[in-house]
């Protein structure tokens, strides 16, 4: 069945210093999804990636989504003590498109040293 | 409702009881997910329903967990004869669904924790 892996499974950085995960799918994806949980908490939607080769941003966040529609990527740029948290990428299997179970990959786990 | 609520936050229970976690979704989304999070881990797919399509049960654990959607809104998920391994936060989490762009984006309740001793 469809698999979605997410390296690393965790990361600690000096504030300051910048973040990169990395989400990779064994089928092609219709869209690609990320979400933050932060510690004791539940995840919370941040975008979505639609488009073959896509770029988006928010603030220090840059989010991308391959060619090729089966891998994507979120980069911090600069971490501050608030980005501590599990970022996870989900995304359903073209094949099923919107309508489809989202497939959530096993989480990155940010920690941020002040 | 406003965000998807779930009930209750926390339960304790004895093992060999069974519980039953409630999950109401956000009013007219179609699609219903339960996960399960075991502390530091990652999100453990359960059930997932799409409107009034049969459900997609293949992350069940075993026959103690069942999950019942009623009238295409509130969900129920009922864990038989609890075991100490079941312990963990179970999520819900509702979409709009359909076939649109931003159709399948999830909102998550707040989880419920549930502790087996």
């Known amino acids: 069945g469809q698999q979605v892996m997410q390296i690393p499974q965790y990361q600690h950085v000096q504030e300051g210093e910048d973040f990169t995960t990395y989400c990779n799918s064994s089928?092609?994806?219709?869209?690609i999804q990320w979400y933050k949980q932060r510690p004791g908490g539940h995840p919370v939607f941040l975008i979505q990636?639609?488009?073959?080769?896509e770029v988006k941003k928010q603030k220090r966040l840059t989010f991308q989504f391959g060619e090729a529609k089966k891998n994507s990527s979120l980069h911090i740029t600069a971490t501050q003590t608030t980005d501590v948290g599990t970022y996870f990428c989900a995304g359903p299997s073209e094949m099923t498109g919107n309508t489809g179970k989202l497939i959530f990959g096993q989480g990155t786990t940010l920690q941020v040293k002040p | 409702g406003a965000g998807v609520s779930q009930s209750p936050s926390n339960k304790v229970t004895e093992k060999g009881k069974d519980v039953e976690l409630r999950c109401d979704p956000i009013s007219g989304h179609t699609a219903l997910y339960w996960y399960r999070q075991s502390l530091g881990q990652g999100l453990e797919f359960l059930i997932y329903f799409q409107g009034n399509s049969a459900p997609d049960k293949s992350g069940l654990p075993s026959d103690r967990f069942s999950a019942e959607r009623t009238g295409g809104s509130v969900s129920t998920l009922t864990i038989q004869r609890t075991q100490q391994e079941d312990s963990a936060v179970y999520l819900c989490a509702s979409s709009f669904g359909g076939a649109g762009s931003g159709a399948n984006v999830l909102t998550f309740g707040a989880g419920s924790r549930l502790t087996v001793l």
């Open positions: 990636l639609v488009k073959s080769g």
């Open positions: 089928t092609t994806l219709s869209n």
